[in-house]
């Protein structure tokens, strides 16, 4: 099993907000160097990223990221047990197919009817169209250069000085916002109709804070431990 231990020994007091933005972070002119923004990857994410990572590194974290990481391998079959596994598998899925067709035609009309009747009405939401705007705000008052965006589309808004936005192009009732700002969980909103308007006022709170850090990352050298007797057996049916 892989380790690593993440931490800042020095935090840096520059303010992320003002780099320059790129591809990965931002830059910062003070110390003239590229800075990682890991608060938006996953533990797989920050793993791979320091595995791979021969020089040091300047990041943005998220206080509960800087903790020790493991990396547990994924396992796979043995090439014998496994064709074993897909046999029996083939054998049990031939038992049941019958079975399963039978219990499925039995409610397919009535899923029919169903699915007519909700597309029917997906269709009416989704081809109403509304101009979004609203303010982000947390318990201290208005989030000035807050992230809103629609998931898996290219449309996206930032907050003024005063925490207002307004979306560039309508968006319909299948949209989900995203908010996103440095040091809060990011919160998912879906459009809906709030009453007869082609207009919704949104009024979002992030009261969800978690400390960040910003510096130097230090890192423990990637080590495996020791193998338990369970996990050298274990390695005989596998490929670990």
């Known amino acids: 099993m892989e380790k690593i231990n993440i931490q800042i ?3 840096c007091s520059e303010n992320f907000n003002t780099f320059s933005k790129t591809e990965k972070g ?15 990857m996953s533990d797989e ?3 791979k990223y320091f595995s791979d990572q021969k020089v040091k590194t300047c990041g943005l974290f998220l ?4 903790k020790s990481y493991s990396d547990v391998a994924k396992q796979k079959l043995n090439p014998f047990l496994s064709s074993i596994f897909g046999l029996s598998l083939l054998s049990i899925l031939a038992f049941t197919t019958s079975y399963a067709q039978e219990k499925s035609s039995k ?7 169903k699915t ?14 509304f101009t979004v705007s609203g303010i982000v705000s947390n ?6 250069d807050v992230n809103i965006y629609v998931k898996n589309k290219n449309i996206s808004v930032q907050t003024n000085s005063q925490g207002k936005f307004t979306f560039p192009q309508q968006l319909t009732t299948d949209d989900v916002l995203i908010v996103s700002y440095i040091g809060y969980k990011n919160q998912e909103i879906k459009v809906s109709r709030q009453n007869q308007s ?14 960040i850090m910003l510096g130097e990352v230090s890192t423990d050298k990637i080590y495996k431990s020791k193998r338990t007797v369970f996990q050298k057996i274990k390695s005989l049916f596998t490929n670990d």
């Open 9 to 11: 020994n020095q935090p």
């Open 26 to 40: 931002g830059f910062c002119k003070s110390c003239n160097k590229s800075v990682i923004d890991f608060t938006k």
């Open 139 to 144: 318990e201290i008052g208005p989030l000035a």
């Open 63 to 66: 206080d509960s990221q800087l």
């Open 116 to 129: 007519a009747v909700s597309k029917e009405s997906n269709q009416m939401d989704s081809n109403d169209k």
């Open 107 to 113: 409610s397919e009309v009535v899923q029919k009817e």
């Open 45 to 47: 994410e920050i793993i």
């Open 198 to 211: 082609d207009t919704i006022n949104l009024n979002i709170k992030l009261d969800t804070y978690e400390r």
